[in-house]
């Protein structure tokens, strides 16, 4: 890893410091983190630092200690006053100001921005650089022009690396029975599983790790990702992959999965392959989508994030596209994952009339999830599910946003045949003492889902009675359920109608099913 890539950001920032940006908005949660890199930056260019904050005015922070300059500026005009009147050359910080400009209706916010804008064409010809140190990007449409955004919010590698060094030195001064060998490949693995952390979480979790297992544990440092993770209370972190042999069916979308499982090395990077995109995959509801969703992240060996769109909207003005935005950076640091959007066109209900009833916030929200997925250069594989075609915008379907599209149909007699054994299987019943013939025959027209919940229907049935389960329950439990191809026929149909010009099949050639493997001496099959 080059000097250069471990730098790119401080160059960046120079860079703009130099083509005379006024307003440079630092996207970060790590003040600490920032203000070392402002120091060295402004060293370079022979600029005094200074910091506002609303608590404690305005301060000096390039020499040892910091010099007080101004503490009774605690108000953001006040501070912009002393900005615009200062002759000096210097770089000026001010720290979550986006909380004094989210109301547009306020005064106070109307003369903030205002002056922020007065301000523009006089720092461009000054040798002063405003820089507003955020963890939360939020700009009002008024400054969208005038603002550079710089996306500061997780540390490099190298950054990473250095916080690693700082624990195991504080470690190693201590003593004790700590066990701190780091050969280069572990010190590689404990750097990738502390991706997606910010330095001072990276330092916590490495020290807590020392101290609960004396020594590096990567289980423990991938645990703390999964509350970064949780916190962001859009995503979700899953635990419970799936094997791709417990999925019924499927067997061209299943071997399309396992060549593509292999583009994720460093092999196929050289060889010329990007890594996968993404994959939408549509069908009836319980067709076994989500579990697809489960089994690739089972299958790739891969962390399995969750984006709920319903959790995206909030219902203050810029949050919804705040936290998209977050989603997808929280996606990107823990790469390479899955990131699984479940019954999509329910998260985009309502985009159609978004102008009208949202402001146009359901429309920005989709417009960057959009642009993202085309340009995005981090390895995250999209799985959206959709069970409703009309409910998805036209765009979203065009090819470059996903790799594939396929359509999961309801099981045929052999896919059939094989789910009933997977789940009869997963609940410690020998498959081959049941009449799989009859119970494929009786339930044409049933997804994977209403097959399963036979099963655990039937099995309460016996459960009850005291006694095994069998094949008359089954059946009994059978007759009992209506299918969604008798009771939503239209809908369905119209699906398939689509998908036969539009998607490919996620059918094909049944496989050996696994049961098979599990019972080798269980008696004849009925």
């Given at each position: 890893m080059s000097a250069r890539w471990e730098n790119d950001r401080e160059a960046e920032l120079e860079i703009l410091i130099r083509a005379k940006?006024?307003?440079?908005?630092?996207?970060?949660?790590?003040?600490?983190?920032?203000?070392?890199?402002?120091?060295?930056?402004?060293?370079?260019?022979?600029?005094?630092?200074?910091?506002?904050?609303?608590?404690?005015?305005?301060?000096?922070?390039?020499?040892?200690r910091p010099v007080e300059v101004d503490a009774g500026a605690t108000s953001p005009l006040k501070a912009l006053e002393y900005i615009d009147q200062s002759r000096e050359a210097a770089i000026l910080v001010l720290k979550d100001?986006?909380?004094?400009?989210?109301?547009?209706?306020?005064?106070?916010?109307?003369?903030?921005?205002r002056k922020l804008r007065d301000m523009v064409g006089p720092l461009k010809e000054s040798a002063k650089t405003l820089i507003l140190l955020s963890p939360v990007l939020r700009v009002p449409v008024e400054l969208e022009k005038e603002v550079t955004i710089l996306d500061c919010s997780l540390p490099t590698w190298h950054e990473l690396d250095e916080a690693l060094e700082r624990v195991l030195r504080s470690a190693r001064s201590r003593g004790g029975d700590l066990d701190l060998r780091l050969d280069e490949a572990g010190r590689e693995r404990v750097l990738?599983?502390?991706?997606?952390?910010?330095?001072?979480?990276?330092?916590?979790?490495?020290?807590?790790?020392?101290?609960?297992?004396?020594?590096?544990?990567?289980?423990?440092?991938?645990?703390?990702?999964?509350?970064?993770?949780?916190?962001?209370?859009?995503?979700?972190y899953y635990d419970d992959v799936q094997d791709l042999a417990y999925v019924g069916g499927m067997s061209e979308l299943k071997a399309w999965l396992r060549k593509r499982g292999l583009a994720f090395s460093e092999r196929a990077r050289r060889f010329g392959l990007p890594e996968p995109r993404g994959l939408l995959l549509l069908g009836v509801q319980g067709s076994g989508k989500s579990l697809i969703a489960k089994a690739v992240a089972g299958l790739w060996q891969l962390p399995l994030l969750?984006?709920?769109?319903?959790?995206?909207?909030?219902?203050?003005?810029?949050?919804?596209?705040?936290n998209i935005r977050l989603a997808l950076r929280v996606a990107e640091s823990v790469s390479p994952c899955v990131l699984w959007l479940d019954e999509l066109e329910k998260g985009l209900s309502g985009l159609g009339s978004s102008n009208r009833s949202d402001a146009g916030t359901a429309a920005r929200v989709f417009g960057s999830f959009l642009v993202w997925m085309q340009e995005k250069t981090a390895p995250v594989f999209v799985i959206a599910t959709c069970n409703d075609i009309a409910g998805l915008p036209p765009?979203?379907?065009?090819?470059?946003?996903?790799?594939?599209?396929?359509?999961?149909?309801?099981?045929?007699?052999?896919?059939?045949?094989?789910?009933?054994?997977?789940?009869?299987?997963?609940?410690?019943?020998?498959p081959y003492r049941f009449d799989l013939d009859l119970l494929v025959q009786q339930s044409e027209g049933f997804s994977g889902a209403e097959i399963e919940q036979v099963v655990i229907s039937a099995l309460y049935d016996a459960f009850e009675q005291e006694r095994e389960l069998t094949d008359d329950d089954l059946v009994r439990n059978i007759r009992q359920t209506v299918p969604l191809s008798q009771s939503m026929q239209e809908q369905v149909s119209a699906l398939r109608e689509w998908a036969r010009t539009h998607a490919r099949s996620a059918s094909g050639r049944v496989e050996v099913v696994p049961w098979a493997l599990e019972f080798p001496s269980s008696g004849e099959r009925r």
């Open positions: 940006y006024p307003l440079i908005y630092l996207l970060s949660w790590e003040e600490r983190r920032i203000e070392a890199m402002l120091r060295r930056v402004a060293a370079g260019r022979n600029k005094r630092l200074y910091v506002w904050t609303t608590t404690r005015g305005i301060w000096g922070i390039d020499t040892v100001l986006h909380m004094f400009m989210q109301d547009m209706r306020q005064p106070e916010t109307i003369a903030l921005v990738k599983a502390a991706r997606g952390l910010t330095v001072g979480e990276a330092e916590n979790v490495f020290a807590r790790s020392l101290v609960e297992a004396r020594r590096l544990d990567l289980d423990i440092i991938i645990a703390e990702k999964k509350q970064i993770i949780q916190k962001s209370q859009v995503l979700e969750r984006l709920d769109m319903g959790r995206v909207f909030n219902e203050m003005v810029g949050a919804s596209e705040e765009e979203l379907l065009r090819k470059g946003r996903f790799d594939e599209i396929f359509f999961v149909d309801l099981p045929d007699e052999e896919e059939r045949r094989e789910i009933w054994a997977i789940h009869l299987a997963r609940r410690h019943r020998d």
